[in-house]
């Protein structure tokens, strides 16, 4: 368990903290949820797609 407090990011334009390595990497939390969403559209597609040639 962490000593650290949770942080909350609720706000889209929110930058998202990144590790030390990646310190030039800018990442917003409406960012993240386009990429998350977008992947279930193309996993729907290709499900979709995969019953289509059966």
């Keep these: 368990m962490s000593d ?4 909350v990011y609720d706000q ?3 930058q ?3 590790p030390d390595f990646a310190k030039d990497f800018s990442l ?8 998350l969403l977008d992947e279930k559209k193309l996993k729907l597609i290709s499900t979709t797609n995969a ?3 059966t």
């Design 4 to 7: 650290r407090p949770t942080a």
């Design 12 to 14: 889209p334009k929110a």
């Design 16 to 18: 998202l903290p990144v």
């Design 28 to 35: 917003t939390v409406e960012d993240l949820f386009s990429w």
């Design 51 to 53: 019953c289509d040639r």
